[in-house]
């Protein structure tokens, strides 16, 4: 009678998707990325939240920019570049949750 073989791969798998039934899921406090006090869902503070993240993400493209259009020496690493693309592309995906924050606040049976 021979032995059953023992699929390393499949146990493996098992135990990756035991692991990750088991994980603790993050929950993380984004306030910080709110002005002082915008944590009420008031137009004002929409408004000023929105500001905020608009001039950051203005900000950031606008010094990448004037290494595209400037002959410098001192060009960011492509490496540089990228981050500070995806930091701007997440600035505006804050500002689109903001607004849906917001939305929600007011009209929470929409």
Known sequence: MSTPRVNADSIAAKQTKTQSLQAPKLMPDFRHRLPPGGDNATPWDLSDGVSTQANQAISILTMLNAHFIEDTSCRPSDDS???AIDSAIKLIMDMDSLVD????????EQ
């Open 101 to 108: 924050a917001y939305r929600k606040a007011v009209s929470p």
């Open 81 to 83: 570049i990228y981050w």
